[in-house]
């Protein structure tokens, strides 16, 4: 069993940044597939970006060349730095995780959820 706790969102301005942070526990971090995905109202929940134990990456094109994704295995951390943010961005930010080295980017695969964290960007 792995436990996500999501910190760091809140109400920003467009062009403004944030990073979100995912505290992880409960097994070894390092053999964790983790990723962030955003549900904006109305809408399905989607990818944002994911991070193999090995640092793979991918990035939405949405928010390619604006967010970062990386992860702290001492601290047994994910984070998410959000820069030039815009009203779309504007969801619930969740951390997910799945046991295992395959990168996936289905939301059905992975395994655990934390509880979502508020990311509201003003125009």
């Known amino acids: 069993q792995v436990q996500l706790v999501e910190s760091g969102g809140g109400l920003v301005q467009t062009g403004g940044s944030l990073r979100l942070s995912c505290a992880a526990s409960g097994r070894t971090f390092s053999t964790l597939t983790m990723g962030w995905f955003r549900q904006a109202p109305g809408k399905e929940r989607d990818v944002a970006a994911v991070i193999s134990g090995s640092g793979t990456t991918y990035y939405a094109d949405s928010v390619k060349g604006r967010f970062t994704i990386s992860r702290d295995s001492a601290n047994n951390t994910l984070y998410l730095q959000m820069n030039n943010l815009k009203p779309e961005d504007t969801a619930d930010y969740y951390c997910?995780?799945?046991?295992?080295?395959?990168?996936?980017?289905?939301?059905?695969?992975?395994?655990?959820w934390g509880q979502g964290i508020q990311v509201t960007v003003s125009s």
């Open positions: 997910a995780a799945r046991a295992g080295a395959m990168f996936t980017l289905r939301k059905s695969l992975y395994d655990w």
